[in-house]
Each structure stands twice: as C-alpha cells, then as structure tokens.
Nanobody
C-alpha cells in the first residue's frame, strides 16, 4: 500500500489542524494505522494509533485530550485532528500502516514503530508561539 499524507502547515499556538493520510488500495480497512512524528533534532516518536476495526486507540501522553485519530474506510483515509496545538507539536508527521489482518495480544504493540511496514512521506506541522 502507498500512503499519502497531507494537511500540514503553519498554525498558531492554541489553533487546530487536521492531517489526512490516504491509502492506495482496498486493504486499507483491514490495516492497523498510526501517526508518528519527528521533531527537529529528535527521533521519531509515537503519536496515535487505531486498530483495523477501530476499537483500540492509543495516544501518546503528550497529545492525549488534544489530538484525535480516526479512520474512514470508505475513503481509505486516516485522520489526525490536532486541537490546542502547542509549539512542542512542531514536527514532521508520518502516517504508517500495518500489514492487512494483523491482531496483537496485547494490543500495546500498536504503539511501536516496528509494527508498521508502510510509511507515508511525512507532512510538516509548525506551531508558532
């Protein structure tokens, strides 16, 4: 599957932005999906994940209560709604997809970079103070 991320840009602190990630094929609905980010000079870190059925969602503590991940299988798209954006949210955001049909016990593996085999090209989010 190919992933195309979009929606990044410049936003003021306290503002909102919605990132989108479109998948290229019909297996999208059967994949676990996630967002990661890489801040300037730092390693890539987990932001949010959603299981293929949508029933298991994880957030990094730093974004919990501010960001919302969702997926629209009819559109082969996963979203990241960013509210109350802060300067520390400035990063390149990457969407990621798992292989089709995977289920994990415990599902905490949905937070791990190694779970995902397919990555989008990244979209830059800059939050100004």
């Amino acid at each position: 599957v190919q992933l195309q991320a979009s929606g990044g840009g410049l936003v003021q602190a306290g503002g909102s932005l919605r990132l989108s990630c479109a998948g290229s094929d019909a297996t999208f609905s059967n994949r676990n999906m996630a967002w990661f980010r890489r801040a300037p000079g730092k390693e890539r870190t987990f932001v949010a994940s959603i299981s293929r059925g949508g029933q298991t969602i994880y957030y990094a503590d730093s974004v919990k209560g501010r960001f919302t991940i969702s997926k629209d299988d009819a559109k082969n798209t996963v979203y990241l709604q960013m509210n109350s954006a802060q300067p520390e949210d400035t990063a390149v955001y990457y969407c990621a997809a798992d292989r089709p049909g995977r289920t994990y016990a415990p599902p905490i593996r949905l937070r791990f970079t190694s779970t995902y085999q397919y990555w989008g090209q990244g979209t830059l989010v800059t939050v100004s103070s």
